[in-house]
């Protein structure tokens, strides 16, 4: 699907955006099986792999992004786990100034070459925003914000590109001082459907 600009102006283009991302990213179990990490079978889940490896997405995201990033004064981002590889590429693709840099977590230290923990060119004297595709429990960021720390960086907030606001990721976050930052509230639980524009 082609993206109807790159920069979506008014509250309206980021609802529509946001619409657009979730129903490219929606996987339900009447396509596929769909697990979860225990093996059990579930009705939907969100793969924003879909969307954001796709090219004119995720152009319109990369800037939707790196210009909310840009109104906060951060210009260092992070990622860690397959969902936010893209996220981060997109954002450092995306035109205008400053431009940015970017890293990405790993689950732990290389143990061998350079036996880095994170990657890329990130300066530990200027602040970090940590990517995630999607805040659920806030388990994930927490351990991605834990090891940005613990390795000398500081880190200002997340960005998400969906927000489960019936789970505690925001308030385990916020709790650690840091904003979030979310082009989509979602608060269906069961039915694997929006009921939010927030943007």
């Known amino acids: 699907m082609a993206s109807r600009t790159l920069s979506p102006s008014t509250y309206a283009d980021l609802v529509e955006l946001g619409r657009r991302l979730y129903e490219q990213s929606l996987v339900r179990r009447e396509q596929e ?11 939907w889940l969100l793969d924003t792999r879909i969307p954001m490896l796709d090219g004119p997405m995720f152009q319109e ?3 939707v992004l790196a210009e909310r990033l840009r109104s906060r004064g951060v210009y260092q981002v992070a990622g860690f786990g397959f969902g936010a590889y893209s996220m981060v590429c997109s954002v450092l693709a995306a035109p205008g100034t400053p431009s940015f840099r970017g890293g990405f977590v790993r689950e732990r230290r290389k143990p061998h070459g350079r036996r880095r923990l994170v990657e890329g060119p990130l300066d530990r004297n200027v602040p970090v925003v940590l990517l995630d595709d999607i805040l659920n429990s806030g388990r994930s960021a927490a351990r991605a914000i834990a090891l940005l720390q613990g390795d000398g960086y500081t880190v200002a907030g997340l960005a998400t590109l969906f927000n489960f606001t ?13 904003w979030v930052d979310a082009l989509l509230d979602l608060n269906l639980r069961d039915s694997g459907r929006s009921s939010s524009d927030s943007l």
């Open 33 to 43: 099986l769909i697990t979860d990490p225990r093996g059990q079978p579930i009705g």
């Open 61 to 63: 995201v990369g800037q």
């Open 166 to 178: 019936w789970s505690g990721g925001r308030a385990r976050i916020e709790a650690e001082g840091l």
